[in-house]
């Protein structure tokens, strides 16, 4: 995967540490152990010394498994996120960012949806993760969104202006308090199929989800089907276009000796991500 996070601008993952920081400071230290052959959590105190242990007879039982399940996943994720930062030799300094103050598809709203993947049958073939999806190209998306570490969920139905619209996943970006949208139409060839999809993008657009800032599209048909890499690609496209969003109109304000070296290796490589990503925004080359 290391030639697909060479197109995501470095800031994102420093930006991405600060909040899983965060996240993981806010949760309890949980460690599990054992005692008289049970297992029991124990919650560790300021000192990491003086600890309590809860057993499964515990009310809290149920409420410290959740905690220790997202606080190993926190945790996993900061391993992967610390590897890339050493990888590429990047400093962890501050970097000035602009949150989502333009519509109301936000952290609050993605909270609120529902994930869909229990309406899936579980006759599907196509599994992962403890999810069945209703094609190879959903499956194959949500293995990418775990791979990039990125929250989401599966087949949600979003309330648009009063109007219910399924969207294949919402993704959420919480450092910069952003939800998006992403759509496989894997039935291009049927007349039908996109006539009835083009209602949906119509609607969705005149209610402010807009194509290539909110809204995300990859296409197939009976013949194709997009494989992982090209699906990495367009993820990994996604991500620099909403990093580079919050990111590049403060990011030129920033000091020379504070500004991070960037990732990218040259311009072409850049002008490669954001046009993929259809992007219009600025973005400072550290290279020069």
Not at 147 to 160: C, P, R, S, T
Not at 165 to 173: E, L, N, P, Q, S
Not at 271 to 282: G, I, L, V
Request: aromatic share 12%; hydrophobic share 35%.
């Amino acid at each position: 995967m290391k030639d697909f996070i060479e197109l995501i601008p470095v800031e994102y993952f420093i930006i991405h540490r600060t909040m899983l920081m965060a996240q993981l400071a806010a949760i309890p230290d949980i460690r599990s152990g054992s005692h008289r052959g049970n297992l029991v959590y124990r919650i560790y105190e300021d000192d990491h010394h003086h600890f309590r242990e809860v057993s499964p007879k515990s009310r809290n039982w149920e409420k410290y498994t959740t905690l220790f399940g997202r606080r190993r996943e926190l945790e996993s994720m900061l391993k992967q996120n610390k590897q890339i930062l050493e990888r590429y030799q990047i400093r962890p300094v501050a970097v000035p960012t602009v949150r989502n103050t333009i519509n109301k598809y936000d952290c609050d709203y993605f909270d609120r949806l529902d994930d869909g993947s229990c309406s899936v049958e579980n006759t599907s073939q196509y599994f992962h993760n403890g999810k069945h999806f209703r094609s190879r190209a959903e499956m194959l998306f949500a293995t990418v969104l775990d791979e990039f570490g990125l929250e989401y969920k599966h087949d949600v139905k979003a309330n648009i202006k009063g109007r219910m619209i399924t969207f294949d996943f919402a993704i959420v970006f919480r450092e910069f308090n952003r939800c998006i949208f992403i759509e496989y139409y894997g039935m291009c060839s049927d007349p039908e199929y996109n006539h009835k999809n083009s209602i949906k993008l119509e609607y969705s657009m005149s209610s402010g989800i807009y194509l290539g800032r909110d809204l995300f599209i990859l296409s197939g048909d009976i013949t194709y089907t997009p494989g992982s890499d090209i699906i990495r690609t367009a993820i990994t496209s996604i991500i620099a276009q909403v990093a580079l969003y919050h990111i590049s109109s403060q990011i030129n304000s920033a000091s020379n000796e504070n500004r991070p070296t960037s990732l990218l290796k040259n311009q072409k490589c850049l002008q490669k991500c954001t046009s993929n990503a259809n992007c219009t925004d600025s973005y400072t080359d550290y290279s020069t």
